[in-house]
């Protein structure tokens, strides 16, 4: 048996020591190359267009710069590309367009008509021409009674604003006014002569008109939904009411419209075709007596309003008129705008539009562009006056102005219009506490359109209407009672049985998007889905594998070198 001397012993550990130095340095000088090695393992693997030519080995650096450069230059191509799809997806992603089928008049509302009387103040019940000369005249002033003053005080408020007296009260108890006004306004029966639903007369006009309070006075309306479905009455005040309540069941809603279910004769009454036999017709009557030419100016008549159902009448902003002694027959033409479920995720600011449940009014059940401008203006003018206007739904809390507060009513209109625009704002803003707070109120407003909204727009004629000359045909006596009486005549149907609704959907949708993005990065680079899942995989699971193979590998020469030195269980002593 062969024994190992000592120096070969010693000469065996000293070549171990050495491979155990040697292999940390092997392990450092191969963390250089690892980045880089990294690198090259994914533009050779890589689907993108390009990539391979970069990372292949025997390509000469002027090849490599060239790819380089190629593939930077699409990759910034393309980003500018979908950079403009984005801005088109996110700042105009709504379009409007005409629904594919006509939609038939029986499956909206008929319009809701309200009509005003120009004389405000019958002349035998207020001569409010006489006690405007004796108001505004310092020797007969005096000689009027606190009532007298009163009235004619309260009847500016709907007269032309530059007749409100500015040293007239400021504010007023909203039910004595409203009071007032309806002493010296005609009833309906002085105010209609007779009236034909869908060429069927009525006995009264009582049966298709209510009374309604609007910022014009008294007016009386036709299928304007009852007080009860269109206000909050819980919160509004209990002086006065601006609507009566409808006994009739109430099936229609805006956003709904009529359920199947719902039968023809309902209400809001629904149109059941076209033309003059299917539609509305009323005659209004006025004697000469009784007209006013002060408080609205030298034209006379009635003014005429379609409007929505679900809205509360703003005479005072548009209508059409009805002349004394003419016939004005008027065609509608509907015009309804639908937005699709789809557009519900959008911003109301992106879509232009609220959703029902969206918007809450506080004076208003349903919401429409029209009644949040009322509310609004009813906020805004109650900052800035102290007061609000009786015909504008109010709270408890509110007072009511007068003609004193008529000018500030009139100014408070303009401001909220132009708030945003007027320059002035920002430099009173500091100085003017009730504007300060106003502009935050005009700031909140925000009126955009209801997803769903209906309007009619009306075409009109007019001819005379000589009723006496009827009278003479039929060989009647026209007699002293009615010899000064004053007729007209307004009918309103629809022009066409059915009509086009304009629709609200998606112009780039979240796969429109995708498409266009997907198409540019294909057609640029040859991105796709599974460019991604290779990206994340590079940046993820493949290093995190790497790493986790290179510490086994690791572990394992440090295993291999200490089982080397483990022929030696004791340490090597050396003699001297």
């Not at 639903?197 to 009582?206: G, R």
């Not at 009852?226 to 309540?245: C, I, P, Q, V």
Request: glycine share 6%; with cysteine.
């Amino acid at each position: 048996m062969k024994r190992h001397s000592r120096t070969e012993s010693i000469a065996v550990s000293e070549s171990d020591i050495e491979k155990k130095n040697e292999a940390p340095k092997a392990m450092k000088r191969g963390k250089k190359y690892t980045i880089k090695e990294y690198l090259i393992d994914y533009t050779a693997n890589s689907n993108l267009h390009g990539l391979k030519y970069i990372g292949e080995k025997e390509r000469t650096p002027v090849e490599k710069c060239f790819w380089l450069f190629m593939f930077t230059c699409c990759v910034i191509l393309c980003a500018g590309l979908i950079r403009k799809v984005w801005i088109k997806w996110n700042e105009s992603p709504v379009i409007v367009s005409f629904a594919e089928n006509s939609t038939p008049v029986w499956q909206i509302p008929y319009p809701a008509v309200t009509v005003c009387f120009e004389t405000k103040s019958l002349q035998t019940r207020f001569n409010f021409t006489k006690y405007y000369h004796l108001y505004n005249n310092n020797e007969t002033y005096m000689e009027l009674t606190e009532e007298e003053r009163n009235m004619y005080e309260d009847t500016t408020l709907v007269c032309d604003d530059h007749l409100a007296p500015a040293t007239g009260r400021k504010f007023s108890d909203g039910n004595a006014t409203v009071e007032n006004l309806r002493q010296v306004s005609p009833n309906i029966t002085e105010f209609f002569f007779g009236c034909k639903w869908k060429d069927i007369p009525k006995d009264s006009c009582t049966d298709l008109f209510t009374p309604i309070l609007t910022e014009d006075g008294f007016c009386y309306t036709f299928n304007t939904m009852g007080a009860d479905e269109l206000f909050r009455t819980e919160n509004l005040h209990k002086e006065y009411k601006y609507l009566e309540s409808i006994n009739m069941s109430q099936s229609w809603s805006l956003e709904e419209g009529y359920p199947p279910s719902a039968p023809l004769e309902t209400y809001p009454h629904r149109g059941s075709g076209y033309g003059a036999k299917a539609g509305l017709t009323f005659l209004l009557q006025t004697k000469e007596v009784h007209l006013d030419y002060l408080c609205k100016g030298p034209v006379q008549g009635f003014k005429v309003l379609l409007h929505n159902p679900a809205e509360l009448p703003r005479l005072s902003q548009q209508y059409f008129r009805s002349p004394l002694s003419q016939e004005v027959v008027v065609a509608v033409r509907p015009k309804m705008m639908t937005t699709s479920d789809g557009l519900k995720p959008y911003h109301p600011s992106v879509r232009q539009c609220y959703f029902p449940s969206e918007r809450y009014l506080r004076y208003y059940k349903v919401y429409t562009q029209a009644n949040c401008e009322i509310e609004c203006l009813t906020n805004f003018t109650y900052v800035r006056c102290g007061c609000v206007h009786f015909g504008m739904p109010h709270g408890p809390g509110m007072t009511v102005c007068n003609a004193g507060s008529v000018a500030c009513i009139k100014k408070a209109q303009m401001e909220l219009v132009t708030v945003e625009i007027q320059a002035r704002l920002e430099e009173e803003l500091e100085q003017n506490d009730t504007l300060g707070d106003a502009r935050k109120v005009a700031s909140q407003c925000k009126c955009l359109p209801a997803c769903t909204s209906i309007e009619y727009e009306a075409e009109t004629s007019q001819a005379d209407y000589d009723w006496k000359a009827l009278y003479n045909a039929y060989n009647l006596t026209i007699g002293d009672d009615i010899q000064d009486q004053k007729l007209s005549r307004v009918m309103i149907f629809f022009k066409e049985a059915q009509f086009i609704t304009s629709r609200r959907s998606e112009l780039y949708g979240q796969t429109d998007f995708l498409a266009n993005c997907g198409g540019l990065l294909g057609l640029f680079m040859g991105f796709s889905i599974l460019s991604v899942a290779e990206i994340i995989y590079f940046l993820s699971l493949r290093i995190f594998c790497i790493l986790w193979r290179k510490r086994n590998s690791k572990k394992r020469e440090i295993e291999i070198i200490h089982s080397d030195f483990g022929s030696s269980p004791k340490p090597i002593k050396f003699k001297n």
